[in-house]
C-alpha cells in the first residue's frame, strides 16, 4: 500500500490536536483550586508542648525504625550480590581448569 505510513501520520496528527484541545489548561485547573481553597475553611487543632513533644519522639522512633530496615535490606543485598558474585567467578575459574 503506497500511502499508508501518510494516511497513518495524519491519523495519529488529528488524535493528537483532539486530545490537546480536550485537555485542560494548568492555568484553568490552578484558579479552580484555589477559588476551592478559598472557601473552604479549615480548623487545626492545637496542641500543648508535651503532646508535641510526644508526637517528635514517636516521629524519632519511626524514623530510626526505618533507617535500621533500609540499613538491614542493604547489607543482606550486598551480601547476596557478593556471594552470586563470588560464586560466577569460582565457577567460572573451575570450569577453565
Known amino acids: 500500500m503506497i500511502g499508508a505510513g501518510h494516511i ?4 495519529s496528527r488529528l ?7 480536550k ?4 492555568f484553568r485547573v490552578k ?7 478559598i472557601k473552604r475553611s479549615f480548623r487545626f487543632k492545637k496542641a500543648s508542648e508535651e503532646e ?12 530510626n525504625k526505618d533507617v535500621l530496615k533500609t ?12 556471594g552470586v558474585i ?8 573451575s570450569i577453565k581448569n
Not at 485537555?23 to 494548568?26: F, L, T
Not at 540499613?71 to 557478593?82: K, L, N, P, R, S
Not at 563470588?86 to 575459574?93: D, K, N, P, R, S
Open 8 to 11: 497513518a501520520d495524519m491519523i
Open 15 to 21: 488524535k493528537n490536536n483532539e486530545n490537546l484541545r
Open 23 to 26: 485537555k485542560v489548561s494548568y
Open 31 to 37: 484558579h479552580l483550586y484555589h477559588a476551592a481553597a
Open 52 to 63: 508535641l513533644e510526644a508526637i517528635r519522639q514517636m516521629s524519632k522512633i519511626e524514623r
Open 71 to 82: 540499613a538491614g535490606a542493604i547489607f543482606i543485598t550486598g551480601v547476596i550480590a557478593f
Open 86 to 93: 563470588y560464586v560466577l567467578i569460582y565457577t567460572a575459574q
